[in-house]
């Protein structure tokens, strides 16, 4: 069955859907829904939030949705339809009005602000160390979720594959990954993360996106490149992209190329040393060091 064979349930139990008819599908996934609801990414539950208000039924018009819009149908609680040859999507009619009622409960909304809380600090971890175990994620989640109406196995695996960055590893096992990193397979593995070497402060730093020393170095480079970016380009997007060339260990000269290709104009010497001054002050991933130049 197409739509057993292209959902979560099918890539989890592709043998499972030959017992399954569309109404037993409707019926599996009514049973599932509140702890399945509980479990979304934030942008899922943003999506279904605007799907709320549009009845049902929006346009794919924002690239920026199309992960979320994506999830969605494979949770089956939406499909892709065209009207006037336009992409919109369609919540399923039943889940409607189930989801505002479901997201209304006490329970919902306390689960919800733990599972948000302990999503922030992996952020956090990630921007600190890159790559970290999927499995000592799950742990703490499986922790956080026991004996609450969430608490399903299947479920909490899916939680981690719809809201974090992924790899496997060559011996199969899931990694996840800050978004910004190229290559996994150039990072090492921080095993056990809670534990790793870095104070409660410095985790706190990385939550909010970047560590005290990089702050300036990154609002001064800013500051010079607004006006001067090529139209496809942003100024905070560039930047945002140089630090994590620098975290990656990638060399200076590099890191002002990728600079040079932003611009409509030629990079001035106080850019330069900007970008240099970046380059000194970001951590690295692997050693958390900050940059030698050669």
């Not at 190229?182 to 090492?188: E, K, L, R, S, T």
């Amino acid at each position: 069955m197409t739509l057993w064979r292209y959902s979560f349930d099918g890539e989890e139990h592709p043998q499972a859907g030959q017992l399954f008819g569309r109404e037993e599908l409707q019926t599996r996934l009514m049973f599932n829904l509140p702890a399945e609801s509980a479990l979304i990414s934030e942008a899922e539950e943003e999506l279904c939030e605007k799907l709320a208000e549009t009845g049902g039924l929006m346009p794919l018009s924002n690239c920026e949705d199309l992960d979320a819009a994506r999830n969605l149908v494979k949770r089956l609680w939406a499909c892709v339809v065209r009207i006037e040859d336009t992409p919109m999507l369609a919540l399923e009619p039943p889940l409607r009005m189930i989801l505002p009622l479901n997201s209304a409960g006490e329970s919902y909304v306390t689960l919800r602000n733990a599972l948000e809380d302990l999503s922030r600090e992996v952020d956090g971890l990630l921007y600190l160390y890159g790559v970290i175990p999927a499995e000592d994620v799950f742990l703490k989640l499986s922790k956080l979720v026991g004996g609450t109406f969430a608490d399903d196995e299947i479920l909490l695996r899916r939680f981690l594959r719809t809201n974090f960055d992924y790899a496997m590893s060559d011996r199969g096992e899931m990694l996840l990954i800050h978004p910004g990193l190229a290559d996994p397979a150039g990072v090492q593995v921080q095993r056990d993360p809670w534990n790793g070497p870095h104070s409660r402060e410095l985790l706190e730093q990385a939550c909010n996106g970047a560590l005290w020393q990089e702050v300036a170095p990154y609002n001064r480079l800013l500051g010079l490149l607004e006006g001067a970016m090529r139209p496809e380009y942003d100024a905070a997007s560039t930047v945002e992209d140089l630090a994590f060339l620098c975290k990656q260990q990638a060399p200076l000269e590099a890191v002002q190329e990728a600079l040079a290709a932003a611009l409509i104009v030629c990079p001035t010497e106080t850019m330069r040393q900007a970008v240099r001054q970046l380059y000194l002050r970001v951590a690295r991933w692997q050693t958390m060091r900050v940059g030698v130049l050669q």
